[in-house]
């Protein structure tokens, strides 16, 4: 099913699965008017003879109701198969069914109850049927992601460590009451019928316990984030409460910012084109895109994109968080379902909360979860109503920056076709990053670009530049071109920015006449995999995909992220720490983000620092044996 | 030397604690504040348990051999 549908009603597809053969039983009691008046009437002209319609319903009844459609290739699958639902003749039928319906489904569901083996929130038995078992490409035995588990003293330890930072903090709050002790947060007096300003338990850690180690974040930067930076030397005089500059600055190995592919360089063939670019162009554009700010570069920029991921055409925003948020409310609305991942980012949660329909999570990347609420979305339909939804939408991410985890797209896909929903797919990190040529992860997969009916992206992580793109088929762009708040109320992309863009993408497709995207890709992939397997080697716990070149190393403590952050400063190297409320937790972690422009001996220094690190801090906790893979997916492949 | 090698032993395990726990975030004054208050909490532990403890230890296996040796007679003692 393409997007060209995407005004009509969608069409669910009645499955042979065990689940629903309630309804199938009891749909066979339609008679062949109201078959006609629901479905045949859409497809077939008026002029159809009787023979043609009997021909028409008996084979596709029988087709129905014996054969799974889902089995053999793909290209069956792209036969329009007619569905019985209910249409629009069986409202007297629809209040005594919906109630059965409900109940029947509901405990078979429960009772099948599946989860996914080993993902960071839940592990059991993964079981599939018969039918999904011959789908198992070999995508699955080159897919390695881990999640480990710590041994239980160090959740017991980290969990009192908090609990003694919050019985301080409380300590310090009951002081402050009495006057004792200097606390600069904002007090409020108790006003009564008011409700207070500040919520308890997020303040509360932000100015007892996050507070404490707030020299790690926010970290001002004096020059270009390549890959060594100057980090501006700050001291406090009150206990992290205010910071003071002293006017000297650092350098560091930058390990902290998204640089990917490596462009995030002021010098350069990017940085003369940007510089012609300003002299011909100005500066800003002050005018949206629907009115006087469409430029002939941005026509270009536009086009290069399509044809970069492949698709037939793409539209970009000026900032890559307001083209999830923005976007979202366009496509979809209130009578339609979102089923997303519990680990997507603000963004996506923003734009699907905008846009009033219903949202539903499912377990970070567990397909069997996905596929039981997209059973459970079809079958039961809206929550009061019973009325069908009108669009069913997946909102995934290419690769979550948090955890390092890939999504697993030829599932979605499978599930996606399979179902009839419509796929999101959040490119934010993976694009540029993975895949033998660049592209993200519908290459790291070898799909095809055309199955993903919204491909969303960010050109500030491997371009080195801001702002974000969606591409699709030309129809959703063109809608989105007239419906989307960013199309009608933002000014566009400076033309600088455009040009960065327009710049650092001829360079990874080659079209420049040099090798250099070619190598940044392949150095970017080779210090992935050198990196994630010399720390799995030296015991540490990293979550995520073997391939994602975000590396969470997880550290479980807040004083060891504090103390490891602090260390690595002092000693040349800058990392992030991702703490609470990011994470979970108990399980904040430091976070490399790997970059093409890293060289062998910057990663080698980190690697024995975090070496020496992990000793003195006892954070080697790894008990699983390193994975094996090689150093590139050539080597993979021979396997 | 010797002196040297105890200051390292006693710093290294000085900062495990301190990170183990947590107190490593502290201000200076609450890190103070809480290793007394933790080695108040620890003085009088071991001191119950030098002055009450081998009693204690005493009556129980004096119940123990009491209730193996012959049923026992609820009479107190």
């Known amino acids: ?639 | 030397m010797v002196f040297n090698r105890v200051k390292n032993f006693i710093s290294y395990w000085y900062l495990q604690y301190l990170l183990a726990t947590s107190v490593y975030m502290l201000e200076p004054i609450e890190r103070r504040i809480f290793n007394c208050f933790l080695i108040i909490v620890l003085a009088m532990f071991m001191y119950t348990s030098y002055v009450f403890l081998p009693d204690h230890a005493r009556m129980i296996v004096y119940f123990i051999n009491s209730y193996i040796l012959q049923p026992e007679i609820v009479d107190g003692v």
């Open chain 1, 1 to 639: 099913m393409n997007i060209d549908e995407f005004s009509q009603k969608p069409v669910y597809l009645a499955s042979k699965s065990d689940v629903i053969q309630d309804t199938s039983r009891i749909r066979g009691r339609m008679t062949i008017r109201e078959i006609y008046n629901t479905h045949v009437k859409e497809e077939f002209p008026a002029s159809q003879t009787v023979q043609a319609l009997e021909s028409v319903t008996s084979k596709r009844m029988t087709d129905i109701l014996s054969e799974a459609p889902f089995s053999g290739s793909v290209t069956e699958q792209t036969t329009r198969i007619p569905v019985l639902t209910h249409g629009n003749g069986l409202h007297q039928e629809n209040d005594r069914l919906k109630t059965k319906l409900s109940v029947t489904n509901k405990q078979r569901i429960n009772g099948h109850r599946r989860s996914c083996s080993e993902t960071p929130y839940g592990r059991s038995m993964q079981k599939k049927s018969e039918m999904d078992i011959q789908h198992d490409k070999k995508w699955e035995s080159r897919f390695y992601e881990s999640f480990e588990d710590p041994p239980i003293w160090t959740s017991i330890l980290t969990y009192i460590s908090f609990l003694i930072l919050i019985l301080v903090g409380h300590m310090r709050e009951f002081l402050k009451k009495l006057g004792i002790g200097r606390v600069k947060n904002i007090s409020e007096p108790n006003i009564p019928g008011f409700v207070t300003l500040y919520q308890t338990w997020e303040s509360f850690y932000h100015w007892y316990i996050f507070r404490r180690g707030k020299d790690t974040l926010y970290r001002a930067i004096n020059s270009v984030p390549g890959a060594e930076m100057d980090v501006m030397d700050r001291v406090t005089d009150d206990h992290y409460w205010t910071f003071r500059y002293t006017g000297t600055s650092t350098r560091v190995i930058n390990f902290g910012s998204y640089n990917y592919l490596g462009f995030s360089q002021n010098t350069g063939p990017c940085a003369e084109a940007v510089e012609k670019s300003v002299n011909e162009l100005g500066n800003a554009i002050c005018a949206s895109r629907q009115e006087l700010g469409y430029l002939q570069i941005h026509k270009e920029l536009d086009d290069l994109v399509a044809d970069y991921l492949g698709v037939e055409a793409a539209i970009t925003v000026p900032m890559g968080f307001a083209t999830n948020s923005m976007n979202l409310p366009a496509l979809v609305e209130k009578g339609c379902l979102i089923l997303s991942d519990e680990l997507n980012h603000a963004s996506l949660i923003l734009g699907c909360r905008l846009s009033g329909a219903q949202i539903k999570t499912f377990k970070h990347n567990c397909m069997e979860d996905l596929e039981e609420k997209l059973k459970e979305a079809i079958i039961d339909k809206q929550p009061r109503t019973h009325r069908k939804w009108k669009k069913i939408l997946i909102v995934v991410e290419g690769i979550y920056s948090m955890e390092g985890s890939i999504v697993k797209l030829p599932d979605v896909i499978r599930l996606k076709k399979k179902y009839k929903a419509y796929v999101y797919l959040d490119e934010a990190h993976s694009i540029g990053a993975i895949g033998p040529h660049g592209k993200g992860v519908v290459d790291y997969f070898g799909m095809d670009p055309k199955d993903i009916d919204i491909m969303m992206g960010t050109f500030t992580k491997s371009f080195g530049a801001v702002g974000g793109y969606i591409g699709g088929s030309k129809r959703l762009i063109n809608h989105l071109r007239l419906r989307s708040h960013s199309a009608i109320y933002s000014s566009t992309m400076a033309p600088s920015i455009v040009q960065q863009v327009i710049s650092s993408m001829n360079i990874i497709l080659g079209r420049d006449n040099s090798r250099d995207g070619i190598k940044r890709i392949n150095q970017l992939k080779w210090n992935t995999r050198y990196f994630r397997r010399r720390l799995q080697e030296m015991g540490f716990i990293v979550y995520g995909n073997k391939d994602s070149p975000v590396v969470p190393m997880v550290t479980f403590s807040p004083a060891k992220v504090v103390y490891f952050s602090r260390y690595c400063l002092e000693h040349g190297i800058g990392v992030t720490v991702a703490a609470f409320p990011a994470v979970p937790l108990e399980k904040s972690r430091i976070r490399f983000c790997l970059s093409a422009s890293h060289t062998k001996e910057m990663l080698d220094k980190v690697l024995e620092m975090t070496d020496k690190l992990g000793d003195t801090l006892s954070l080697k906790l790894s008990r699983k044996e390193p994975a094996e893979y090689g150093d590139s997916e050539d080597q993979d492949e021979e396997k």
